[in-house]
């Protein structure tokens, strides 16, 4: 990796990792229960508790986010966000249902719609599939959606607005090793564009209260970078009434 990557991983990391762990301390009030951190792009069918609300962060080369996300509703998760990168700061807005809960070799399933707010400049939708294994120490998860994005491309010596339509798709495995310690591995893509992969380990902090990961991603070609180092964590309270 270059060192330039490097260098922008540690001045986003100092720069807002203060700042994210203030507002994890301040809005959880000390209530924890169990948390799924999730800066993997593929995501599981879960979601967070009924009443409680979740913050995840995660931090990273390319871009870093802020996500709180509260389920007012058994089996529904909406949350709202902020998304940081070189170059631009923009708005991320979700919401998940979970139609079955994974079980014992028996898959679950969700519906998670999503837009991207700076204006508005994509809308996604997807499916997420888990299936655990090996009494849960196995976790694999499927992802199959659409997404729909609006950029500008050049246009002689204006610029015009392009609309692109989107399959995207990913597969990811969590494989427990040992107490509180997961290796993850995904890849995921859209179209026939050259897939992407991440990788790395996860681990409980404090035992079914605090999650953390520490991620490494890229592209299978040399056209464009992948995500890079990422640190992430999540934070469940506790029912809040």
Same mark, same amino acid.
């Given at each position: 990796?270059?060192?330039?990557?490097?260098?922008?991983?540690?001045?986003?990391?100092?720069?807002?990792?203060?700042?994210?762990?203030?507002?994890?301390?301040?809005?959880?009030?000390?209530?924890?229960?169990?948390?799924?951190?999730?800066?993997?792009? !593929?995501?599981?069918? $879960?979601?967070? @508790? *009924?009443?409680?609300?979740?913050? &995840?962060?995660?931090? /990273?080369?390319? =871009?870093?986010?802020?996500?709180?996300?509260?389920?007012?509703?058994?089996?529904?998760?909406?949350?709202?966000?902020?998304?940081?990168?070189?170059?631009?700061?923009?708005?991320?807005?979700?919401?998940?249902?979970?139609?079955?809960?994974?079980?014992?070799?028996?898959?679950?399933?969700?519906?998670?719609?999503?837009?991207?707010?700076?204006?508005?400049?994509?809308?996604?939708?997807?499916?997420?599939?888990?299936?655990?294994?090996?009494?849960?120490? !196995?976790?694999?998860? $499927?992802?199959? @959606? *659409?997404?729909?994005?609006?950029? &500008?491309?050049?246009? /002689?010596?204006? =610029?015009?607005?392009?609309?692109?339509?989107?399959?995207?798709?990913?597969?990811?495995?969590?494989?427990?090793?040992?107490?509180?310690?997961?290796?993850?591995?995904?890849?995921?893509?859209?179209?026939?564009?050259?897939?992407?992969?991440?990788?790395?380990?996860?681990?409980?902090?404090?035992?079914?209260?605090?999650?953390?990961?520490?991620?490494?991603?890229?592209?299978?070609?040399?056209?464009?970078?992948?995500?890079?180092?990422?640190?992430?964590?999540?934070?469940?309270?506790?029912?809040?009434?």
């Amino acid at each position: 990796m270059q060192t330039s990557a490097i260098s922008r991983f540690y001045r986003s990391f100092s720069a807002r990792f203060p700042v994210c762990l203030a507002l994890l301390f301040i809005i959880t009030g000390g209530l924890v229960q169990t948390s799924h951190s999730q800066q993997m792009v !593929v995501d599981d069918a $879960g979601v967070t @508790g *009924y009443r409680t609300f979740q913050l &995840e962060s995660w931090l /990273g080369t390319e =871009e870093s986010w802020i996500l709180p996300a509260f389920s007012p509703i058994r089996n529904l998760e909406v949350g709202a966000g902020i998304v940081f990168s070189d170059n631009e700061t923009f708005f991320v807005s979700e919401a998940k249902y979970m139609f079955r809960d994974p079980e014992k070799h028996v898959p679950g399933f969700a519906l998670v719609t999503g837009a991207f707010l700076a204006p508005f400049e994509e809308f996604y939708a997807f499916v997420p599939v888990t299936l655990p294994l090996v009494n849960d120490r !196995v976790m694999l998860h $499927g992802n199959l @959606g *659409y997404q729909f994005e609006r950029h &500008e491309e050049p246009h /002689g010596v204006h =610029e015009h607005l392009e609309d692109d339509h989107l399959l995207t798709w990913g597969a990811r495995a969590d494989i427990n090793l040992y107490g509180p310690f997961w290796i993850l591995g995904e890849l995921f893509g859209a179209n026939d564009f050259t897939p992407d992969f991440q990788t790395g380990v996860r681990t409980e902090v404090i035992p079914e209260s605090l999650e953390m990961d520490v991620t490494y991603g890229n592209n299978f070609s040399r056209d464009h970078s992948g995500m890079g180092f990422t640190f992430g964590f999540a934070w469940n309270t506790s029912p809040l009434w």
